[in-house]
Nanobody, 116 residues
Framework: QVQLEQSGGGLVQPGGSLRLSCAAYRSIFTIATMAWYRQASGKQRELVARITSGGNTNYADSVKGRFTISRDYAKNTAYLQMNSLKPEDTAVYYC??????????WGQGTQVTVSS
């Protein structure tokens, strides 16, 4: 079993920045991919950004150029740096870790609110 612990998030004004962290604990599995998803009120959960074990990344079109996903392999931690935040980025953000055998786990979620 893998435990994911998220931190960061909160309330920020439009144009501001936040950084989310997701640390994987008690992992006896090799984590291949870490990703960030978000779910706005009344909407489906959507992929925001993903990073593979090889460091390849991909982003949702809506966040390209504003968000950056990174990973500290030694600490089994992924980060999401969010810049130039917009009100439409308001959502609960979830971390997801996927093992090399395609087993996956979710973090507990963290609220990001962009509002003046």
């Amino acid at each position: 079993q893998v435990q994911l612990e998220q931190s960061g998030g909160g309330l920020v004004q439009p144009g501001g920045s936040l950084r989310l962290s997701c640390a994987a604990y008690r992992s006896i599995f090799t984590i291949a991919t870490m990703a960030w998803y978000r779910q706005a009120s009344g909407k489906q959960r959507e992929l925001v950004a993903r990073i593979t074990s090889g460091g390849n990344t991909n982003y949702a079109d809506s966040v390209k150029g504003r968000f950056t996903i990174s990973r500290d392999y030694a600490k089994n931690t992924a980060y999401l740096q969010m810049n130039s935040l917009k009100p439409e980025d308001t959502a609960v953000y979830y971390c997801k870790a996927t093992s090399s055998s395609s087993v996956y786990w979710w973090g507990q979620g963290t609220q990001v609110t962009v509002s003046s």
